[in-house]
């Protein structure tokens, strides 16, 4: 079946730091590839997505690349703001499937020190 | 375009209850989608709803249930809560009239607690 593995957190960055979460999935399709992030109190937002290899998706300074040799998705982001602390998801959606479903990882929860 | 509005936000329940929660997709959007957020599950799929026909379902038991009406707004309903049917509810919605692959935009949830 269609898998997300998102690197174990928590995470703790200090403002202006460099960051990289890890994703990596297996899919019996051809997958969309998604990034959600979820502040306290709220639901998911998206934060970028690719359809389809090598396209790059960004947002807000983040940025993911769809890598379909080594299956990964990896979120990065120069210069972190306390503003970014929240929890971040992985997620597919196969193309070829005749449904919506989603598909996440665990998330991992980022803290930006001022 | 207003978002996918939920209701009710919070609920407050007891075993052996059943509950009913609302969503309104964001306008022209067709598929509807529910899932379950847990600290010990994480976020997992329960089922979704296009054209008023379940078109996928997760791996729930039979007492999570859902309709969607023809204006596309969906309920779930829980029957027989359990304590471990605490959760965050979580509905989305997309345009979906491919089908897979398409960007799917969440409601800020409703937050069940079962006493």
């Known amino acids: 079946g269609d898998s997300v593995t998102q690197m174990e957190g928590p995470v703790t960055l200090s403002e202006e730091a460099f960051l990289t979460i890890n994703c990596t999935y297996t899919?019996?399709?051809?997958?969309?590839l998604f990034w959600y992030v979820q502040y306290p109190g709220e639901g998911l937002q998206l934060l970028l997505k690719a359809t389809k290899a090598d396209d790059k998706g960004s947002n807000k300074g983040f940025e993911a690349t769809y890598r379909k040799e080594t299956t990964s998705f990896h979120l990065e982001k120069g210069s972190v703001q306390v503003s970014d602390s929240a929890v971040y998801f992985c997620?597919?959606?196969?193309?070829?499937?005749?449904?919506?479903?989603?598909?996440f990882g665990k998330g991992i929860t980022l803290s930006v020190r001022p | 375009k207003a978002g996918v509005t939920q209701t009710p936000r919070y609920l407050i329940k007891t075993r052996g209850q059943q509950v009913t929660l609302s969503c309104s997709p964001i306008s022209g959007h067709r598929s509807v989608s529910w899932y379950q957020q847990t600290p010990g599950q994480g976020l997992q799929f329960l089922f979704e709803?296009?054209?008023?026909?379940?078109?996928n379902k997760g791996n729930f038991p039979g007492r999570f249930s859902g309709r969607q009406f023809s204006n596309s707004r969906s309920e779930m309903n829980v029957s027989t809560l359990e304590l471990g049917d605490s959760a965050l509810y979580l509905c989305?919605?997309?345009?979906?009239?491919?089908?897979?692959?398409?960007?799917?935009?969440f409601g800020p949830g409703t937050r069940l607690l079962v006493l």
């Open positions: 997620a597919l959606s196969v193309r070829t499937g005749a449904n919506s479903k989603l598909t």
């Open positions: 989305a919605s997309s345009l979906s009239a491919s089908g897979g692959g398409e960007t799917q935009y």
């Open positions: 709803y296009f054209s008023e026909t379940q078109r």
């Open positions: 899919a019996t399709g051809y997958p969309s």
